[in-house]
């Protein structure tokens, strides 16, 4: 799968809290996948993109932190709730491509194992250290990738809003997690890859985020580690669009675990689950966000943000376009039941920070 890349040239304006300068001037001109790919548009925009960890040495001790002792962290992490939920998701509001639409083929898994699965194993749960010290998870999803290393989630499931400009601690993903297991492997995150206005500007119609990892280890059975292989080769990844028309339908698969206004918690978030919709335009003021899509959903907000939207998505094969990711839920008819699931717009600019994410080689973090 061969990717190309012309040079391109970042510039990254001083920051300042006006509005008015959220787009900074950036030549961007990439090359993307083979199967199905076309050049992403130049856009006034530039990529933020941050280490998650100093060095693969530093990989072993996060692995080793959610692992040890049976995995005791992992168990004992709590559903991420920050901007879980809004008061006010208005059914309008205007999205529109900025170039052509763009779509990238899945990419099937390599290992036998994953037949007989009945939700996409690409998807499972990150896990993190918030701003508080504890341990939390959101959910994340495994798509194509040049190295087959890369995961996509929310925005806020990879950099911490509780303290701009900084990423989560400890970032790892565990597709397929299910009841304290780890049957795919654990992948810790080397380096996160978002839009520049999302962490200068708290600009949520930009809230979403791909993290490159390192491939695989599992508990080996004298209690330190073993590789467990590339998280593409292991799970697939699925496959990507932007600039798209609004979808008649979406699968949305998720972890939900919160629980609704009423107090009532249907979802456990120790399992997938799924669901569901048509795709709608929605506009949210209190995130400032006027490019928003909405689907019906009746996920809780707590576990279930970065949950994958995917477009054409086949049953058998368990694979689809990811084209949404949800960043936050809502009531929209204030029967205190969460109703709607919400995303940004997948466009040539969310186009573009993938095209630089899928670049970045990683490798083990154990020797071969």
């Not at 970042?10 to 300068?21: A, I, N, Y």
């Not at 010290?133 to 996509?152: D, E, I």
């Not at 810790?188 to 993290?211: N, S």
Request: hydrophobic share 35%; proline share 7%.
């Amino acid at each position: 799968m061969a990717i190309t890349c012309s040079n391109y040239r970042r510039v990254l304006p001083s920051v300042s809290g006006d509005d008015e300068m959220k787009r900074t001037l950036v030549a961007l001109a990439v090359g993307l996948l083979a199967s199905g790919l076309v050049a992403a548009p130049a856009e006034a925009f530039s990529v933020k993109t941050d280490p998650l960890v100093s060095s693969q040495g530093a990989a072993v001790e996060v692995a080793t932190f959610w692992l040890g002792d049976g995995g005791a962290n992992l168990k004992n992490a709590t559903p991420y709730n920050v901007q879980t939920a809004v008061d006010l998701a208005l059914p309008r509001g205007g999205v529109s491509p900025d170039n052509k639409p763009v779509t990238i083929e899945p990419l099937p898994p390599s290992t036998s194992g994953v037949v007989g699965a009945k939700t996409p194993t690409t998807a499972g749960k990150v896990f993190f250290i918030g701003a508080d010290g504890q341990p939390h998870w959101c959910t994340g999803t495994s798509v194509q990738s040049k190295y087959h290393n890369l995961v996509a989630t929310a925005g806020h499931c990879g950099y911490d809003t509780q303290r701009p400009g900084s990423t989560l601690d400890k970032w790892v993903f565990v597709p397929g997690y299910s009841d304290g297991t780890t049957p795919w492997g654990l992948y810790v995150g080397k380096q996160a890859y978002t839009h520049y206005d999302f962490t200068t500007y708290d600009d949520y119609d930009r809230d979403y985020a791909f993290v490159v990892v390192y491939s695989g280890v599992v508990s080996s059975p004298s209690g330190g580690l073993t590789n467990f292989g590339r998280l593409g080769d292991n799970v697939g990844g699925q496959g990507m669009a932007w600039n798209q028309p609004l979808a008649s339908s979406v699968d949305v698969f998720g972890y939900p675990a919160g629980p609704h206004p009423d107090g009532k918690r249907p979802y456990t978030g120790e399992t997938i689950e799924s669901s569901s919709g048509r795709m709608t335009t929605a506009t949210v003021p209190s995130l400032k966000a006027e490019e928003f899509i909405a689907v019906d959903s009746p996920f809780t907000g707590e576990g279930s943000l970065g949950s994958s939207w995917l477009v054409r998505y086949n049953n058998s094969s368990r694979m689809g376009y990811l084209n949404g990711i949800t960043v936050s839920v809502a009531d929209t008819d204030r029967n205190l039941r969460y109703d709607t699931s919400l995303s940004p717009y997948f466009d040539g600019e969310l186009g573009q920070v993938y095209s630089d994410a899928v670049l970045l080689w990683s490798g083990a973090i154990l020797p071969a």
